[in-house]
């Protein structure tokens, strides 16, 4: 049974790295008071665009003719989400090594 409205993991993943793409500059304000992390802009971005990749593989899980239990729901979605990081977490190492930082 299609659990995902037909939507591919190569669908998936493509819809993530056309989103993680879709910024690649970035502006870092350094704060002299608060803790200075170097990774806080284009981080957000980065859980923005994993948020958004949710919202889509949950979308697909809900447009899909399949009446399953929310255990059953939640369980399909995290073994989906596990499969594609398996691909996505090494195309995030790659985005950050191409990305620009701007510091003021």
């Known amino acids: 049974m299609d659990y995902f409205n037909t939507t591919t993991d190569e669908d998936f993943i493509k819809y993530f790295l056309d989103e993680l793409y879709?910024?690649?500059e970035f502006v870092q304000e350094?704060?002299?008071?608060?803790?200075?992390?170097p990774e806080a802009e284009y981080g957000k971005h980065i859980t923005e665009?994993?948020?958004k990749l949710y919202v889509y593989i949950k979308r697909e899980m809900s447009l899909s003719k399949s009446n399953l239990s929310d255990p059953k729901k939640t369980e399909l979605f995290n073994l989906k989400r596990e499969k594609l990081f398996e691909t996505l977490n090494p195309q995030i190492d790659i985005y950050i090594t191409k990305i620009k930082v701007d510091y003021k």
Do not use: I, L, M
């Not at 350094?30 to 992390?37: G, I, Q």
């Open 22 to 24: 879709s910024k690649t």
């Open 49 to 51: 665009t994993q948020e």
């Open 30 to 37: 350094e704060d002299p008071d608060d803790f200075f992390d």
